[in-house]
């Protein structure tokens, strides 16, 4: 194997591993090349998938392409950073064998956490969502006991390698029946208007936020192939757990009724509360996502600090989209210092922390109303959903336009 052949194939190993972990196209070409500079190689072209890679890398009059296969996607913020800071560090030459011996040792490393202690961290985010989109005490409680279940579940399902759309179907399906399950044994009047927001939040972390906003990111960033190919495994994920819900929504026989809108409060308790709800609700998706400590607090501080300003412009009278807008641009803006002091890949900042501001109750209210037939109600709370979504990832696109000049500035 020729020397350039031999750097080339290393090279790709890093790339198919930042992809593997989640991090966008762009930040992974970025990063190789960084590393080709270092290893001595004087030209090299990218073209990145979802699901593949192709390399073109040229050393004096030699020239050797390359194509590997990236294998299923996943989500691990903790190796995005190891990468990235391996790419970047200034430690002048770099040979192949000991890029190598860096990618075996970074592959090596385990989970942060257990589990089971993922489980409990998405079963109390659950039970925050619950409780901060009007859920009673008892769909609060079961938010918490089914999201916990939930996550168990799937995680133990992908440890044995599933398919990851069976999985999310059959996890859907698992964890919106065992709420359903509790809510009929313990509630004294059934299925009521306070336990809606319990069954569509205890699944809440089977939404594929990560590779849905790596995709916006990766768009304005001309990296279309890439783009395209997770949008459409993020649709993909979207429609099982869809299916999933709509087939328990369907037997339990589920009405499209909702808790009534809380209006708006300024007691101190109540603050308190929903404050301590979005803590929550971010520590759970930053360990989900394997994030570091300081990573998880810093997304904790930011979804509480991005979601009390959302629902303090919505108390005031700002219909949703645009104050999920500003909460979602708070939140980037944010993002901006804490990476700067963290060294912390920005997406594995802001991605879980505006996860809070999910409208899972449009989309509840889609999935029961399409199983009733009703296509214009359904369809006006699926334009609702699209348009909250929209903006959260459009609050982050926004952030990224003004503190970051090369987002401005094409190359």
Not at 302 to 307: A, D, F
Not at 364 to 374: E, K
Not at 375 to 390: P, S, W, Y
Request: proline share 4%; hydrophobic share 55%.
């Amino acid at each position: 194997m020729s020397a350039v052949r031999e750097t080339l194939d290393v090279l790709l190993r890093f790339g198919r591993l930042m992809m593997q972990a989640g991090d966008t196209a762009f930040r992974v070409r970025e990063s190789m090349e960084a590393l080709a500079h270092r290893l001595g190689i004087e030209g090299l072209a990218v073209q990145i998938a979802l699901n593949g890679m192709t390399a073109s890398a040229r050393k004096g009059g030699e020239l050797v392409t390359i194509t590997c296969e990236i294998g299923p996607p996943g989500i691990n913020a903790w190796r995005i950073a190891a990468l990235e800071k391996l790419a970047h560090q200034s430690n002048g030459g770099l040979t192949s064998d000991a890029l190598a011996s860096e990618l075996d040792v970074l592959e090596a490393v385990p989970p942060l956490r257990s589990i089971a202690t993922v489980a409990i961290a998405i079963g109390l985010a659950s039970g925050a969502f619950s409780y901060l989109n009007g859920g009673d005490m008892l769909g609060t409680a079961m938010a918490v006991a089914a999201g916990g279940f939930g996550q168990s579940l799937r995680a133990l399902l992908l440890r044995h390698r599933g398919n990851q759309y069976a999985v999310t179907a059959l996890t859907t399906v698992a964890t919106a029946g065992l709420y359903c399950i509790g809510i009929a044994t313990l509630g004294a009047t059934g299925f009521g208007p306070g336990h809606a927001a319990g069954f569509i939040f205890s699944v809440l972390f089977l939404v594929p936020g990560f590779p849905l906003v790596a995709s916006l990111l990766d768009a304005v960033q001309h990296q279309p192939i890439a783009s395209l190919s997770r949008l459409f495994y993020s649709t993909m994920i979207l429609l099982a757990a869809a299916i999933g819900l709509s087939a328990v929504a369907a037997v339990a026989g589920l009405a499209a009724t909702v808790a009534p809108a809380t209006p708006p409060s300024i007691v101190p308790l109540t603050l308190a509360l929903r404050a301590l709800a979005s803590l929550l609700a971010g520590f759970g998706f930053a360990a989900l996502y394997n994030s570091s400590t300081r990573v998880v607090l810093a997304v904790g501080v930011l979804s509480l600090l991005g979601n009390e300003l959302r629902l303090a412009l919505h108390d005031l009278g700002m219909p949703l989209p645009p104050a999920t807008f500003l909460g979602a641009l708070l939140v980037g803006l944010l993002a901006s210092l804490v990476e700067a002091r963290l060294h912390e890949p920005r997406i594995a900042v802001t991605v879980p922390s505006i996860i809070i501001m999910t409208p899972g109750l449009f989309a509840f209210q889609t999935i029961v109303m399409l199983n009733q037939g009703q296509v214009l109600t359904a369809l006006q709370a699926g334009a609702n959903f699209c348009f909250v979504v929209g903006a959260m990832a459009m609050g982050l696109a926004a952030a990224r336009f003004m503190t970051e000049r090369r987002w401005l500035v094409e190359s």
